[in-house]
C-alpha cells in the first residue's frame, strides 16, 4: 500500500482526510492509475454580458516601458491551448507581458528589469479554486471526534467537554461518518438525557445534516411547531423533533452565530485562509460562505489588503432570495467580487439525502429529496434571468439534474440559457444528461475530494449506479467545460492526483493536465473572467505559482506534497519561500 504521508503541512491535510475516508483510497490509488486520455476540446468562448474584459495589451501605451520582472530558465506550463509550454516569461506592471522562449523574452528585457533564473522549476498559472466556503467564522468549541467510530464514544467525549466549559457554550462534533445517519442512537431524547444544559451539534461529514440536543433547539428557537421555508425537519413516527435538521433547516440558523462576531475577527479568519491558500499557489477563490452574508464579507475583504483575488457568491441561508441587479452593492476593493447566487437542489449520499430518480441500492424505498418545488426552482430561474446574476445549483443525485433541465427547457429552451454559463455544482449524477448540458453549455464543478467515496457510501448504489457516479472524462470528451474546487480542504495537488485516478470511477480519471487545466482556465472560464486570467499569455493578468516539485513527473505518493515556492498575484509577491528553498538566482538585465 503506498504511503502517501510525506510530512509537513501535507502531513496535517492527509491526516484530516485519514481520520474520515482516505484509508479507503490509498490502496487503490497506484491500481487505478489511468492512461491520461487525450485532452478534451476548449470551452466555448465567452458570450455572458458579465465576461470581463481583458487588459491593455503589454505592447500598448498603458502598459509602461518594459517588464518588471522576467522568469528564465523554466518549464512553464500556461494553461493556454495555443502555446500549452515555454521556457521564459516577463511581467509588465499586473501582467503578462511576453511568454515564449529564453531568446524571445529576453530580447523585451530593458536594463530596469529583474530576472529570476528558476533553474528548471515548473510554472502554473495561479490556481483557481471553483468551490469552497471559506473563510469560517463562528465561536463554539470543536471537539476532536478523531479515532471514535461510535456514536456512544462521541457522545461520551462531547460531554467530558461540556463539563469544562459555562453552560450555554456551544459544542461541536463534525465530520461524523456516514454510518451515524443510521445509528438510533443519535437521536435528540438520547442526547438530552447526557447534555441537558449545552448546546450541541453532531454534524455528518458534508454538513447537509445534523442532529441537536434540546438546548441547541431552544437555542434556535425551534419548537414542535417550527416548520422551515426550506430543508427538512427530522420527526419521529409520532410526528415530535428528533433533533436532525437538514439543509436549509440547519443552515438557516448559522448566520445568527456569526453575527456577533466582530468585522476585524472576520477580517482574521479570512487572512488566515488566504495565508494556507497562497502557499499552494492559489491566487483566486469562489467562495460561497455559510456562515457570514456574502454582502458583509465583501465589506470587510475591501476595506483590507488580501492576497487573494475573491469571487463572493451569495449563498442564501434561509432559501429563495430576491435579486436585482439594479441595487448597488457594497464598494469593492479591486480583487474582490461580489457575483452570483447558489442554491441547494438536494442533500448528498452520506445521509441518503441526494435525489435519485431510483431508490437507493441498499434501501430502496429512499431516493432522497428535492429541497425546492418545480414551482419554487422555476422562480428561482426566473429571477435570476432577469436580473442577470449568475446561477449555480448544487446538484448531487440525478433527481435535481433532471429537475433543473426541465425547467430550463421549460422557460425558452435549453439553448436559451447557454449564454448564461448556469453551474451545476458536484454533478455527481449528471451523467444521463451529457446531451442537455452540452446543449445548455452548463459548467460542471467538480470537487475531486468526493472521488474518494467515504465508507459505506458506495454500497448505497449499485454497480450499474456507481458506473455513472462522478464523471469527468466523459464531460471533457463532450466539450462540457470543467471546473474544480476544493469544496473542503484546499490542497489542489491532492485534488489533481485523485482526479488523475478516480477511486470511485477509474474510467472518469483524466490526466494531470486535464486537471491543471480545470483548476486554472477552466475555473475562470466558470467564473466569466477566461480573458483576464486562467492562463499565461501576454495581456493577462500575471497571476501564477513556482512550485516546490513537478507535478508532472513526480509519483502520486509524491504529488499532494507539492506547495509554492513564489506566488504572485498581479505581478506581485504574495508568498516567497525562498529562503527555505534554497534560493533563486536573480539578476537584472544589465548585469
Known amino acids: ?125 495561479g490556481i483557481n479554486d471553483a468551490h469552497l466556503h471559506e473563510p469560517r467564522v463562528w465561536s463554539r468549541v470543536d471537539i476532536d471526534t478523531r479515532g471514535l467510530t461510535s456514536v456512544a464514544a462521541v457522545v461520551e467525549r462531547v460531554v467530558r467537554e461540556a463539563a469544562r466549559h459555562p453552560e450555554g457554550t456551544w459544542l461541536r462534533a463534525g465530520d461524523l461518518p456516514a454510518s451515524f445517519a443510521d445509528d438510533p442512537a443519535l437521536v435528540r431524547s438520547e442526547l438530552d438525557r447526557k447534555l441537558p444544559r449545552h448546546p450541541a451539534l453532531f454534524v455528518l461529514l458534508g454538513d447537509h445534516a445534523a442532529c441537536l440536543n434540546g438546548a441547541a433547539l431552544r437555542t434556535w428557537h425551534i419548537d414542535e411547531g417550527s416548520r422551515p421555508l426550506h430543508g427538512r425537519q ?97 464598494p469593492l476593493a479591486d480583487r474582490v467580487r461580489l457575483d452570483g447566487i447558489k442554491y441547494i437542489l438536494d442533500g448528498t449520499p452520506i445521509e441518503r439525502g441526494a435525489g435519485l430518480l431510483g ?50 427547457q421549460r422557460q425558452g429552451g435549453l439553448e436559451a440559457w447557454s449564454t448564461r454559463r448556469v453551474r451545476f455544482e458536484h454533478g455527481d449524477g449528471v451523467s444521463a444528461f451529457l446531451d442537455q448540458l452540452e446543449r445548455a453549455r452548463i459548467v460542471v464543478v467538480q470537487n475531486p475530494l468526493h472521488f474518494a467515496l467515504p465508507p459505506g457510501v458506495a454500497e448505497r448504489f449499485s454497480a450499474e449506479q456507481r458506473a455513472a457516479l462522478l464523471p469527468l472524462r466523459s464531460l471533457l470528451g463532450r466539450g462540457i467545460a470543467v471546473a474544480l474546487g476544493s469544496d473542503a480542504e484546499l490542497n489542489p495537488f491532492l485534488g489533481i492526483l485523485l482526479a488523475s485516478v478516480h477511486p470511485a470511477n477509474p474510467g472518469e480519471a483524466i490526466s494531470r493536465e486535464q486537471a491543471l487545466v480545470a483548476y486554472t482556465r477552466g475555473s475562470a ?67
Open 1 to 125: 500500500m503506498p504511503n502517501l504521508r510525506v510530512g509537513g503541512a501535507v502531513d496535517v491535510l492527509l491526516d484530516w482526510l485519514g481520520r474520515r475516508w482516505l484509508p479507503c483510497v490509498v490502496g487503490l490509488l497506484t491500481a487505478c492509475a489511468a492512461a491520461a486520455p487525450a485532452p478534451g476540446p476548449a470551452p466555448p468562448p465567452a458570450t455572458h454580458h458579465q465576461a470581463l474584459e481583458p487588459g491593455p495589451h503589454p505592447s500598448s501605451p498603458e502598459a509602461g516601458t518594459g517588464p518588471d520582472l522576467a522568469f528564465v530558465n523554466a518549464k512553464i506550463f500556461t494553461s493556454d491551448p495555443a502555446q500549452p509550454w515555454a521556457r521564459a516569461l516577463a511581467i509588465v506592471g499586473d501582467r503578462i507581458g511576453a511568454v515564449g522562449s529564453d531568446a524571445d523574452v529576453r530580447r523585451t528585457l530593458t536594463a530596469r528589469t529583474r530576472v529570476i533564473d528558476l533553474a528548471g522549476k515548473l510554472v502554473i498559472p
Open 525 to 591: 472560464y466558470a467564473e466569466f473572467a477566461e480573458t483576464v486570467k486562467g492562463t499565461l499569455a501576454p495581456g493577462m493578468l500575471a497571476d501564477l505559482a513556482v512550485l516546490s516539485q513537478d507535478i508532472f513527473e513526480v509519483s502520486n505518493e509524491q504529488l499532494p506534497a507539492t506547495t509554492s515556492v513564489l506566488t504572485l498575484v498581479g505581478g506581485r509577491v504574495e508568498y516567497s519561500a525562498v529562503a527555505t528553498e534554497g534560493g533563486l538566482s536573480v539578476s537584472s538585465q544589465g548585469d
Open 234 to 330: 427530522g420527526r419521529s413516527e409520532a410526528g415530535k423533533l428528533d433533533g436532525w435538521l437538514y439543509e436549509y433547516a440547519l443552515w438557516s440558523h448559522y448566520p445568527a452565530m456569526a453575527e456577533a462576531e466582530s468585522d476585524d475577527a472576520v477580517a482574521a479568519a479570512a487572512e488566515r485562509f488566504a495565508q494556507r491558500a497562497v502557499r499552494f499557489g492559489i491566487t483566486s477563490v469562489q467562495t460561497m460562505p455559510t456562515h457570514i452574508p456574502s454582502e458583509r464579507l465583501a465589506r470587510v475583504l475591501s476595506a483590507r489588503a488580501t492576497p487573494l483575488r475573491w469571487r463572493l457568491i451569495r449563498f442564501p441561508q434561509a432559501g429563495i432570495q430576491a435579486l436585482d441587479a439594479s441595487v448597488p452593492t457594497p
Open 359 to 408: 431508490g437507493y441500492h441498499d434501501r430502496p424505498r429512499q431516493s432522497g429529496h428535492l429541497d425546492f418545488s418545480d414551482a419554487e426552482l422555476a422562480s428561482i430561474f426566473e429571477r435570476s434571468r432577469q436580473s442577470g446574476v449568475p446561477l449555480l445549483l448544487h446538484v448531487s443525485g440525478d433527481a435535481p439534474v433532471e429537475q433543473a433541465l426541465r425547467i430550463m
